[in-house]
């Protein structure tokens, strides 16, 4: 695995992605998260042969910690001709990343991030999505049950 990005959200939400793409026949991402007080954790596989080059899909989203100590995020895989990732959650907050090989990860403090999720092409244009829900399961990962990294 290799570094594909870190970064840290204007709400406090630090998000570090390791990728593979080589050797291997779908491309993967493993992703840690992490509050002041909660840390969590998503893995997914690339989105493969999508129809055209301005599409962007919701791989795996998660939920950890608790209420406000905690957050939400999602993982998504995008097209090459989408640019910007956009989430616009409930609570009014947001959050946008332009993706780093083919992968973006948008999240927000708090346990309860719905909203709408935008994908953006270089001219500016939405790429449509439906609203998406919260996250169906939830991920609470301490640092010390997280498996170890080989």
Known sequence: MNRSFLRVTSGGIAIRAYGTSSGVPEPQIEVGLSSHD???????????????????????????????????????????????????YSSGASDSMHPVSGWAVVATPGTEGTGRLIGLDGAGHRSPRPRYRR????????????PPRS
């Open 135 to 146: 996250p169906r399961r939830a991920e609470k990962v301490s640092s010390a049950s997280r």
């Open 38 to 88: 909660a840390v969590g954790y998503m893995t997914g596989l690339a989105v493969t042969n999508p129809p055209g080059a301005n599409w962007f899909y919701p791989v795996e989203s998660t939920r950890f910690g608790v209420g406000a100590s905690g957050g939400s995020a999602t993982l998504v895989s995008v097209g090459p001709n989408i640019v910007t990732v956009r989430a616009i």
